[in-house]
């Protein structure tokens, strides 16, 4: 400003946007070659992810843990609802934006609510770490 130095900032910003992209799509080409599925690869990284080896980690976490008894439940049962959602998409069927506890009926229902909530809370720990 002193000096009457002009710098186009935007466009500095916009290439740093785009050198992430690049390094996040030879990162994809790498990991494919080594073996990683190619949907582990697209739920790890986002737009935001500079920590190349960070991705790398999850990657393989993510992986290890979906090749476990735990990991195929998750999958089966992740698969399952949505098929369930999408069966009730197509006959128009409203679903709600939120749960109410209060509604439930059976002990069973409340316990799959909790154990949801614990799950829910446990994998954003992990993902944090």
Same mark, same amino acid.
């Given at each position: @400003?002193?000096? *009457?130095?002009?710098?186009?900032?935007?466009?500095? @910003?916009?290439?740093?946007? *785009? #050198?992430?992209?690049?390094?996040? *799509?030879?990162?994809?080409?790498?990991?494919?070659?080594?073996?990683?599925?190619?949907?582990?690869?697209?739920?790890?990284?986002?737009? /935001?992810?500079? &920590?190349?080896? /960070?991705?790398? !980690?999850?990657?393989?976490?993510?992986?290890?843990? #979906? &090749?476990?008894?735990?990991?195929?439940?998750?999958?089966?049962? $992740? +698969?399952?609802?949505?098929?369930?959602?999408?069966?009730?998409?197509?006959?128009? $069927?409203?679903?709600?934006?939120? @749960?109410?506890?209060? #509604?439930? !009926?059976? *002990? $069973?229902? +409340?316990?799959?609510?909790?154990? @949801?909530? /614990?799950?829910?809370?446990?994998?954003?720990?992990?993902?944090?770490?």
């Amino acid at each position: @400003v002193e000096n *009457d130095i002009r710098l186009a900032l935007a466009a500095i @910003v916009g290439k740093a946007s *785009d #050198l992430l992209s690049f390094f996040h *799509d030879r990162l994809k080409v790498y990991l494919r070659d080594q073996g990683a599925r190619h949907d582990l690869i697209d739920a790890v990284i986002t737009p /935001q992810s500079d &920590d190349l080896l /960070q991705i790398v !980690r999850r990657v393989e976490a993510l992986g290890s843990f #979906l &090749d476990t008894e735990d990991g195929k439940n998750l999958l089966a049962g $992740t +698969k399952r609802a949505a098929n369930i959602l999408a069966a009730e998409e197509k006959k128009k $069927t409203a679903v709600a934006e939120t @749960v109410e506890p209060a #509604l439930f !009926r059976a *002990d $069973t229902e +409340k316990s799959l609510f909790a154990a @949801v909530n /614990q799950a829910e809370k446990q994998a954003g720990e992990a993902i944090q770490n």
